[in-house]
């Protein structure tokens, strides 16, 4: 008899070659008995057949009756889920906004239902929902939407460990932005593409490229520009060795971020570099105005998590299994898988630990200019948990 164990997986077929929406089915394998599961994934599948039929047929060729019967056959399937399940709200409400499409709702609601499907981990899902959004903003030509999509669709194969298209999809990204004139987008982009970089090993080449946009920033004088170049480098030097540089460029960041998401992440970065030379205090600082302040649920979720990291790096374990619980009941409520998985991988390494430490020692000590920006952070933190 055979031994179907000992066969060699066969490489997944190009899109091209399969059935329309077939690659969201690819987030079952390995969890084929997962029932759960297997009712999201089938209903994002359902969901996303309506958008490509579009795609297909051209948004004014298809029959707006046979869209609504489409559309509530998917309806009707919701009820599969809980009526508290976050997920039958997303699609609920991405269902209620292609009912009647236009070009612009239907490449959005498109995107949005990948951001979910990528929070929950749904990664092939999500690479999908990007790439139909892709095509709709192609074939109307919605270049600002094409901006993002492909952006997006560098942030999940970067996710995926597939670095070349990564690559690829963000210097795309990238160059239709600042053709459009899209700082911003331009700006997001090429930190996708340093983000790559480092993943891949590739330090210089990542610094470089966060050098070009804090150089970009300057020359347009643009803030926004400026504090995404700056919150690159002080990833990027955290990540190479030199925590010092990156609290000063962490610090500077904050100062400079125009958004209140760019606020969040500048905070967290720097939380993160007062992390690595032991100044807990102020790291924590950090992290707690961001999962006091922050307007979306993931990040307030993961700034939980970052407590809990400092906390138990401070010895204080009980406090880290608190900021993990609430993570956990945050991520749960909301659909946010991926932190989720890392809060609950945590909390149970800080439960089988008998001292309740996680992580390593400090990788070196705090000099002259970080302990006075801590002691900065530490006295004004308060005053910035109010949303701008």
């Not at 700006?187 to 610094?207: H, N, P």
């Not at 470089?208 to 926004?224: F, K, P, T, V």
Request: charged letters at 30%.
């Amino acid at each position: 008899m055979g031994r179907y164990d000992r066969v060699s997986p066969l490489p997944p077929p190009d899109r091209s070659r399969v059935f329309p929406a077939w690659a969201v089915l690819r987030d079952l394998e390995g969890r084929e008995r997962d029932a759960d599961m297997a009712r999201r994934v089938r209903l994002r599948f359902m969901a996303l057949r309506p958008v490509l039929r579009l795609v297909r047929h051209g948004i004014d060729r298809v029959p707006r009756e046979s869209l609504e019967r489409q559309i509530d056959g998917v309806r009707e399937e919701l009820g599969q889920l809980s009526a508290r399940d976050p997920e039958r709200a997303r699609l609920a409400r991405f269902l209620r906004r292609i009912r009647h499409p236009t070009p612009l709702t239907l490449a959005t609601a498109t995107l949005d239902l990948g951001e979910a499907a990528e929070a929950a981990e749904h990664y092939h899902g999500a690479e999908e929902l990007y790439f139909a959004a892709l095509q709709v903003a192609t074939a109307y030509r919605l270049e600002p939407e094409q901006v993002i999509a492909l952006r997006l669709l560098g942030r999940i194969c970067r996710k995926a460990a597939r670095s070349e298209d990564a690559r690829r999809f963000c210097r795309e990204a990238a160059e239709l932005a600042l053709r459009l004139g899209d700082r911003r987008q331009w700006a997001i982009a090429m930190d996708g593409l340093g983000a790559t970089l480092r993943q891949d090993g590739d330090a210089a080449g990542a610094l470089r490229i966060h050098e070009e946009i804090l150089a970009r920033g300057r020359q347009w004088s643009d803030d926004e520009v400026l504090a995404e170049g700056l919150c690159g480098l002080c990833r990027a030097e955290a990540e190479t060795g030199d925590p010092q540089r990156a609290i000063e460029y962490g610090w500077t960041a904050v100062g400079r971020a125009a958004r209140d998401e760019q606020l969040d992440t500048a905070l967290s970065c720097l939380g993160a570099a007062f992390l690595q030379v032991g100044l807990y205090p102020a790291a924590a600082r950090c992290h707690w105005i961001v999962a006091n302040r922050a307007s979306r649920l993931a990040v307030r979720a993961q700034a939980r998590v970052d407590l809990a990291t400092v906390a138990a790096r401070a010895g204080q374990a009980d406090a880290a299994r608190d900021h993990l619980r609430d993570a956990i009941r945050l991520a749960k409520k909301h659909g946010h898988h991926e932190i989720l998985r890392h809060a609950e991988a945590l909390l149970t390494v800080l439960e089988h630990t008998p001292d309740g430490s996680i992580g390593a020692p400090p990788t070196a000590a705090p000099g002259e200019s970080a302990r006075r920006i801590a002691a900065e952070v530490e006295t004004f933190g308060q005053a910035l948990v109010p949303a701008r």
